[in-house]
C-alpha cells in the first residue's frame, strides 16, 4: 500500500512541474496589427540566400541550455532583415544576442514587382539553438 501511495505521489508531483513563466519571454508583436497582404510574399517571395549560423553563447554551452528565439523582420530591398524584433525567447534571454547577431547577417533575394525590389513585411523565423 505504500508502494502505490509514494507511486502516485510522485506522478502528481511530476505532472505539476512545468517551465517557469520567468523562463519564457513573450513581447509585443508589431506584425499582429499589420494588415498582411500575402500575395506580395506568395507571388514574390523573398529567399533566403545566405544565413548566417549563431555562436552558441559559452555560458549557455556550459550549463547544457537549449532553446530558440522567434523573430518578426521586414526585408528590405538590398535583401537585408530590417526592423528586427523579438516576440519570444527560451529561455529568457539567454540566446538573444546571438541569434540576432546571426539574423542581422542573413541575406535574402529580394521580392521583385514590377522589375523592381521591394520591401515584404513580417516575415516571422524561429531560430532553435540545440547542443545536439
Same mark, same amino acid.
Given at each position: 500500500?505504500?508502494?502505490?501511495?509514494?507511486?502516485? #505521489?510522485?506522478?502528481?508531483?511530476?505532472?505539476?512541474?512545468?517551465?517557469?513563466?520567468?523562463?519564457?519571454?513573450?513581447?509585443? #508583436?508589431?506584425?499582429?496589427?499589420?494588415?498582411?497582404?500575402?500575395? !506580395?510574399?506568395?507571388?514574390?517571395? #523573398?529567399?533566403?540566400?545566405?544565413?548566417?549560423?549563431?555562436?552558441?553563447?559559452?555560458?549557455?554551452?556550459?550549463?547544457?541550455?537549449?532553446?530558440?528565439?522567434?523573430?518578426?523582420?521586414?526585408?528590405?530591398?538590398?535583401?537585408?532583415?530590417?526592423?528586427?524584433?523579438?516576440?519570444?525567447?527560451?529561455?529568457?534571454?539567454?540566446?538573444?544576442?546571438?541569434?540576432?547577431?546571426?539574423?542581422?547577417?542573413?541575406?535574402?533575394?529580394?521580392?521583385? !514587382?514590377?522589375?523592381?525590389?521591394?520591401?515584404?513585411?513580417?516575415?516571422?523565423?524561429?531560430?532553435?539553438?540545440?547542443?545536439?
Amino acid at each position: 500500500m505504500k508502494i502505490l501511495f509514494y507511486s502516485i #505521489s510522485m506522478i502528481v508531483l511530476l505532472g505539476c512541474q512545468s517551465t517557469p513563466e520567468n523562463t519564457i519571454n513573450r513581447y509585443e #508583436s508589431f506584425c499582429s496589427n499589420f494588415k498582411h497582404d500575402d500575395s !506580395l510574399n506568395k507571388y514574390y517571395p #523573398s529567399k533566403a540566400i545566405n544565413r548566417v549560423h549563431p555562436e552558441y553563447p559559452l555560458r549557455a554551452a556550459k550549463k547544457g541550455l537549449e532553446g530558440y528565439v522567434v523573430f518578426e523582420f521586414d526585408i528590405s530591398t538590398e535583401g537585408q532583415p530590417v526592423n528586427i524584433n523579438i516576440t519570444e525567447s527560451y529561455p529568457g534571454n539567454t540566446f538573444k544576442s546571438a541569434t540576432t547577431k546571426a539574423l542581422k547577417q542573413w541575406r535574402y533575394e529580394p521580392a521583385i !514587382l514590377n522589375g523592381k525590389p521591394v520591401d515584404t513585411k513580417c516575415h516571422t523565423l524561429r531560430l532553435d539553438m540545440t547542443m545536439g
